[in-house]
């Protein structure tokens, strides 16, 4: 069982940088791909980022490369979302996910969730 809680989330001007982070309880966080997923209102899930066990390997969705990059500190079982030059269409919901295998780009693929961190990008 993982258990994940993020933080960091908050309002921000646009333009501005925010850095979630999710910590992870369990012993199996380092051979856990983790991913990251927002939810704006009135829309689906959608996916932003995602990392490989060791961290060498990450994905992100295309119209976020360059903006956002995921990390991970296996040491301390975090994982964090770098987001820089933020715009008002990144304001969501952000959730931390765990994945038993892989570190795909479908939510389908990650078994367990956090809670989620609200961010929100003034104008």
């Known amino acids: 069982q993982v258990q994940l809680v993020e933080s960091g989330g908050g309002l921000v001007q646009a333009g501005g940088s925010l850095r979630l982070s999710c910590a992870a309880s369990?012993?199996?966080?380092?051979?856990?791909?983790m991913g990251w997923f927002r939810q704006a209102p009135g829309k689906e899930r959608e996916f932003v980022a995602s990392?490989?066990?060791?961290?060498?390997?990450?994905y992100y969705a295309d119209s976020l490369k360059g903006r956002f990059t995921i990390s991970r500190d296996n040491a301390k079982n975090t994982v964090h979302l770098q987001m820089k030059s933020l715009k008002p269409e990144d304001t969501a919901v952000y959730y931390c996910a765990a994945a038993s295998s892989g570190w795909g780009t479908r939510d389908d693929e990650y078994n367990y969730w956090g809670q989620g961190t609200q961010v929100t990008v003034s104008s």
């Open positions: 369990g012993r199996t966080f380092s051979r856990n791909g």
């Open positions: 990392i490989s066990p060791s961290g060498g390997s990450a």
